[in-house]
């Protein structure tokens, strides 16, 4: 099989010129701009709320200078522009920051509280009242979670099951914990990932509908929302961590927190470094 | 030589060649009108997930003769349709293949078909009264106005979910304009908001201008299933949000490409919601409990 030089050189660049072009279709080129960027992405939520949040953080950021925020739809854009600019502030999961953990230079400065908690609990929840993992198996899990972040969390609440039998689960994808816990009352789901708190939410909202289901399987602790700065020590940097620090303080700034399900921010304190290198054993 | 036929096999190998292989199932779309916007999108959202080999039909494309449409249908694994109109249309074809569909509205009054599953465009009641309670805890008393040959059923259901959830329903048979003109002072006086449903008592523009007039003079507030009626004043708007339902469409397709019967009813519920909140509106309701803690669940905030 023999090839010119020159059909070689054409048809490789145009090959790398369209996959490369289909792949970075959802990654911004914001990182051009001058702006000091706060990039976000939660794969703990399905909610197309970017618009709304990025004005409302632009809006409230603006105040303290040249600040801009940056909310991201897909998980690959959001990594890969993590891996491409130079510093930054990356507002990303505890789950996902472990999985980015061999990059040196990210350093996590604060972590979310929401009810004066910076953890939190993922539960599955299923409609029967004597639930067994065999009920889930070839059926449908309804989350809010991404698909990674979902799969991870069934393997860590299964960990004796063999992974043929939890590839079996189907996931379908909502925006909301509350929407994938009401999907159970209408039989579109046979399970629901949810975190422990939406489903307290449920049991204030509908007891009836609530005293149907159980909890079939439970994660360990999870630490919520961190702020991390990737090439700590500039001086923009301090600032801006100062402003997302304060941002609990004020009702202005508690309003745009709320868009993203979260109190305030705190330091992290000694244990919770620890949890993200070691893992969650240990932890209370 | 040979060094660029390397270079040129290695980047063969980086292709995502996948594609190739995994492109042999067939799924008919036949779309009532690729030119309507939010049809346009339910289409786009299949094509996009690109592992299916698709033919399209745009019924509003003159285009197609029936032998073609036939020919197509004989070969396809699954027929897609999207809207009334193109349901109504394989409904006429009389063929047994599976048949999924989307963006129908009340898809309860199309006549039935075997090996025939949808998902309905409409949120279920429930789902709506969930998100109300969870963002307006205080709320008791919800008022609605339908017309019984329309929504009779439907005003069963959410009656009976409304109870669970801690709420009184207060509903309006409406027989005529002048009916709804008198009953909508009467109603506010009862109801702590007024939820305008998809339901023709209530769709001509001289009614949904008295239920507007209405709420400003009882100060209480609008709840409604679409986004219209936000930049009329409504407080809080929740529909069904479209991406989900094509996941859903697109999870129906695979289960039937892999030889499961679903296990839905032929029109399952769509069960993720869109949210708008009319943050201007809500200043004027000073007495109104709003649970901040809500927020993240907002698609859409009007400031």
């Known amino acids: ?284 | 030589m040979k060094r660029y036929n390397l270079i040129f096999i290695f980047i063969l190998s980086l292709l995502p060649l996948h594609r190739a292989v995994a492109i042999h199932e067939k799924i008919l779309i036949i779309n009532s009108n690729a030119q309507i916007l939010k049809y346009q999108r339910a289409q786009q959202a299949i094509e996009k997930k690109d592992i299916y080999e698709i033919t399209l039909i745009d019924l509003a494309n003159n285009k197609w003769s029936d032998k073609t449409i036939n020919s197509h249908i004989q070969q396809t694994d699954v027929i897609y349709c999207i809207g009334s109109l193109a349901y109504q249309f394989v409904v006429q074809q009389n063929i047994d293949k599976p048949m999924v569909y989307s963006d129908i509205i009340n898809s309860r009054r199309l006549p039935y078909r075997k090996n025939t599953y949808g998902i309905a465009t409409e949120l279920p009641a429930g789902m709506s009264l969930h998100m109300y309670r969870y963002i307006f805890p205080s709320l008791k008393k919800l008022g609605i106005l339908y017309n019984p040959n329309q929504n009779q059923e439907w005003i069963h259901e959410a009656t009976k979910t409304a109870k669970d959830i801690g709420y009184d329903i207060i509903s309006q048979a409406i027989t005529d304009d002048d009916h709804l003109e008198h009953s909508l002072p009467a109603l506010f006086a009862k109801v702590d908001a007024l939820w305008i449903i998809s339901d023709s008592s209530i769709a001509s523009q001289k009614n949904v201008a008295n239920a507007f007039s209405q709420s400003k003079i009882m100060e209480k507030p609008i709840f409604s299933y679409d986004p219209f009626y936000i930049k009329l004043g409504a407080l809080l708007v929740i529909s069904a949000d479209k991406p989900a339902i094509s996941r859903q469409v697109t999870y129906l397709i695979d289960e039937i490409l892999r030889g499961q019967i679903p296990h839905q009813k032929t029109s399952a519920p769509a069960i993720s919601t869109h949210i708008i909140l009319n943050m201007k509106a809500l200043e004027q309701y000073p007495h109104l409990e709003f649970n901040s803690k809500s927020l993240d669940t907002i698609n859409h905030i009007i400031e």
């Open chain 1, 1 to 284: 099989m023999i090839f010119s030089s020159r059909f070689i050189f054409l048809i490789s660049f145009l090959l790398l010129f369209f996959y490369s072009g289909t792949s970075f279709s959802k990654t911004d080129s914001t990182h051009f701009s001058a702006d000091y960027k706060i990039y976000f992405y939660n794969p703990e939520s399905n909610i197309n709320n970017f618009r709304s949040l990025k004005t409302a953080f632009d809006l409230y950021l603006s105040q303290f200078g040249a600040f801009q925020f940056q909310p991201f739809e897909q998980k690959k854009a959001f990594e890969k522009m993590l891996q491409s600019v130079p510093y930054g502030i990356f507002l990303l999961s505890s789950w996902q920051y472990k999985t980015l953990i061999s990059q040196k230079n990210l350093t996590p400065v604060l972590i979310a509280v929401v009810d004066g908690k910076s953890v939190q609990k993922k539960v599955l929840i299923i409609k029967s009242l004597q639930p067994t993992f065999e009920m889930l198996k070839g059926k449908t899990v309804a989350t809010s979670g991404d698909e990674a972040y979902s799969r991870n969390l069934l393997q860590e609440m299964f960990p004796q099951q063999p992974v043929s039998a939890l590839s079996t689960i189907k996931l379908i994808f909502v925006p909301t914990d509350i929407n994938a816990l009401i999907s159970l009352h209408y039989g579109m789901a046979r399970a629901a990932l949810s975190s422990e708190s939406s489903f307290k939410k449920l049991q204030r909202i509908n007891p009836k509908l609530s005293k149907q289901l159980s909890i079939l399987g439970k994660s360990q602790q999870k630490l919520r929302t961190l702020v991390v700065v990737k090439q700590k020590g500039l001086a923009l940097q301090e600032k801006i961590i100062n402003v997302l620090l304060n941002m609990g303080k004020t009702k202005q700034g508690k309003e745009k927190l709320r868009l993203l399900g979260i109190d305030e921010w705190r330091p992290l304190n000694l244990l919770e470094h620890k949890q993200l290198i070691f893992g969650e054993e240990g932890v209370p």
